[in-house]
């Protein structure tokens, strides 16, 4: 059926026609066709003298299912960090938890012996990295272990700082593999003069080259890579609102991007070189 885009999807589209190839793009027409025909690409762009442009968009995340996950882990661990009473001065600990480890019943009891836990440890946690297990039991009197990686560090600041976070195996391949067979039928599938290939990376951790690496080692699996005429990498780690950095590589060599902050291109660099940017009119 028909998909309705997340308003930074268009965020990120709309910016990257703005400057690409030189704003040639900036004042083309833009046909959202996923939103109104099932299994079309997600937009053809169009230019006054009638020179198409297609763009698939996806997210790659550093495992399938990653996003989810995250989604999960906002609503239960993260909402332990609001305790202030577990802040050591002077000190930042990071408590990791394992993703994609729980069942949904698992979760809620979990949290609480995680917070119950940090309130009779944290105080005693070495400066360092150091692994725990901490222990909580569902219902049914079914128990389980949750293994935390800590890391503790001084700071310079008297307040000190509680992170909760996720760590976890990196299986970028799979993820890239998911892309290509959801979106490339649909990419090389679509009558255009060029087609571009739009993979957004919003985890630092992340590696670009990793995800291109990904792609290149699947040439054969998916012949229709032939059939795009480039691949572009949008950096959203900070929020496509705040800051967008598109890249476009070639045989590993960085050879254009696009730099945007608060919806505004302020940089772009062509083989290496940086652009000269026309100076902001005054306001």
């Known amino acids: 059926m028909p998909v309705k885009h ?15 190839e030189d704003d040639a793009w900036a004042d ?4 959202y066709l996923e939103e109104r025909m099932d299994g079309a690409v997600e937009v053809l762009a169009t230019k006054t003298d009638g020179v198409t442009l297609a763009i698939e968009h996806t997210l790659i995340e550093p495992f399938v299912g990653d996003t989810e996950d995250l989604v999960r882990f906002q609503k239960s661990f993260l909402g332990i960090e609001q305790d202030k009473s577990l802040i050591m001065a002077g000190h930042a600990i990071y408590v990791d938890v394992p993703v994609q480890q729980l069942e949904k019943r698992q979760r809620a009891p979990a949290v609480v012996a995680l917070h119950a836990w940090l309130k009779a440890n944290i105080a005693s946690l070495p400066v360092g990295r150091s ?11 079914v128990k389980g272990v949750l293994p935390l990686e800590i890391r503790v560090e001084p700071l ?33 599938g ?37 059939d795009v005429h480039e691949i572009w990498i949008a950096e959203t ?40 940017m026309p100076k902001p009119r005054a306001r």
């Open 6 to 20: 997340a308003k930074q999807d268009r965020i990120l589209i709309d910016l990257f026609l703005s400057a690409y």
């Open 28 to 31: 083309s027409k833009r046909d």
């Open 131 to 141: 692994r725990r297990d901490c222990q909580f039991v569902v219902a049914g009197n």
């Open 156 to 188: 310079f600041d008297p307040e000190g700082i509680l992170l909760i976070r996720r760590y976890g195996e990196e299986k970028v391949g799979d993820s890239v593999e998911k892309a290509l067979r959801a979106k490339l039928p649909k990419l090389a």
């Open 190 to 226: 679509t009558k255009a003069d060029k087609r571009v290939l739009l993979l957004e990376r919003n985890q630092m951790r992340l590696s670009e080259l990793d995800i291109l690496d990904e792609i290149e080692k699947r040439k054969a699996q998916f012949p229709c890579l032939s």
């Open 237 to 276: 780690v900070f929020g496509a609102d705040r800051y967008v950095g598109f890249k476009m590589y070639m045989n590993g060599k960085l050879v254009r991007t696009l730099e945007f902050r608060e919806g505004r291109l302020f940089a772009k660099s062509v083989n290496g070189f940086p652009v000269m």
